[in-house]
Structures are given as C-alpha cells and as structure tokens.
Antibody, heavy 118, light 110 residues
C-alpha cells in the first residue's frame, strides 16, 4: 500500500519561501498511472488544491497560486516537492501531499502544519 | 476558480438519511462526471469516499451513494451512524484541467 509523508519546516517567516517534501513509499512517482499533488487546509477551513505533477514532469497549478508555486519531482529519492515563495500569514495551513488520478485522490499523507510568522 | 458551494452543516439522527449538495458551474461540475467526495474526521487527512460521481472505492460502505444533475452533485448517506460525523468535501475537475474543492459540510449525527 502506498504511503506518503510530508516533511519540512513548520515555521516560515513572511516573505520567505515555503519548502515541503513528500516522500513516497510503496509506489513510484515514476508511474505514469498517477499524479502527485499538494493540497492545503487552513485551520477550520476547507481544502484548497495547490497543484500536481506527473511522471512526465508535466505540472498544473491553481491559478490563484500559480505565480508563487513550483512543484517538482526527484525520482532518485522517490520524492516530490512544493516551493511557495513570498509567503504571508494567509499561507498558514496544514499541507497535504496526495496521490491520485488527475481529478481525485485516493491516497493522502498525514499532513504537515506550516505557520507563517515572524 | 471559485470553490464549489456546499451547505455549511447538516444533521440527522441515527438511522436516518441525509443528503449533501455540491453546486458548481458548467465549467466544473456540469462539464464532466468527475465529482468526488471526501470524508474528514478531526485531526485526520481526508479520505476518498466517492469518485466519478457515484463510484465507491473498495472498503467504503454502500450506505454512501452519489448522484449528479446538471451543475449540482449530491452525496447521500443512508442509515446514519455516529461514526459518520465529520466534515465532507466535494471536488470537481474543471474545464481548465484543474481541481476545485467545495467549502465543506459539517455533518452532525444527533
């Protein structure tokens, strides 16, 4: 069974870059069958799709975040990553990585809380 | 892209049935049969309970069912159980090939 685990700093200063990594076990990010995504959830609020990457390297991003976000993959480590620059307090959220087909996600990580504060 | 519209909360008694609606537009919900639903318990990651409008993943109770009419999708839970309490989110593929979620619905089993 595939497992996903998010990791990265829990505290990021405003205007800096948020960097998270999702380590995948039990499955390969090189698989053409799946897409690998980032989704976030501010405390007490709903889910927001950030973007996805496919094994071909093709990416797609939420238009509202596109200018600040990059998702990349490292097949040698079986990991994919999220970078979000120029963060503000509004980027404080639980960040989840997930595996799925292009439009739904059957496998999720447990999430990692990122707080943006000085 | 705007979030899909869900009621903020619904409630029901054990054994009853409830329905959660999810309204979008002709550019997302109405464009495809690609609506999915997630259940989330406090402090936990979301769990996929329905995909492609009305398909249940393996292991999901058949008390959960999904449907769609035009720009509105619905999730029905029959024979409510206390374990069904939690938040429910719909999601849809969009004509821009993105994914959009609903605002979420909190289900209380009285």
């Amino acid at each position: 069974q595939v497992q996903l685990q998010e990791s990265g700093p829990g505290l990021v200063k405003p205007s800096q870059t948020l960097s998270l990594t999702c380590t995948v076990s039990g499955g390969s990010i090189s698989s053409a069958s799946y897409f690998w995504s980032w989704i976030r959830q501010p405390a007490g609020k709903g889910l927001e799709w950030i973007g996805r990457i496919h094994s071909t390297g093709s990416t797609s991003y939420n238009p509202s975040l596109k200018s600040r976000v990059t998702i990349s993959g490292d097949t040698s480590k079986n990991q994919f990553s999220l970078k979000m620059n120029s963060v503000t307090a509004e980027d404080t959220a639980m960040y989840y990585c997930a595996r799925g087909v292009v439009y739904y996600y059957a496998n999720w990580g447990q999430g990692t809380l990122v707080t943006v504060s000085s | 892209q705007s979030a899909l519209t869900q009621p903020a909360s619904v409630s029901g008694s054990p054994g009853q049935s409830i329905t959660i609606s999810c309204t979008g537009t002709s550019s997302d919900v109405g464009a495809y049969n690609y609506v999915s639903w997630y259940q989330q318990h406090p402090g936990k990651a979301p769990k996929l309970i329905m995909y492609d409008v009305s398909n249940r993943p393996s292991g999901v109770s058949d008390r959960f069912s999904g449907s769609q009419s035009g720009n509105t999708a619905s999730l029905t839970i029959s024979g409510l159980q206390t374990e069904d309490e939690g938040d429910y989110y719909c999601s849809s593929f969009t004509s821009s090939r993105h994914v959009v979620f609903g605002g979420g619905t909190n289900l209380t089993v009285l």
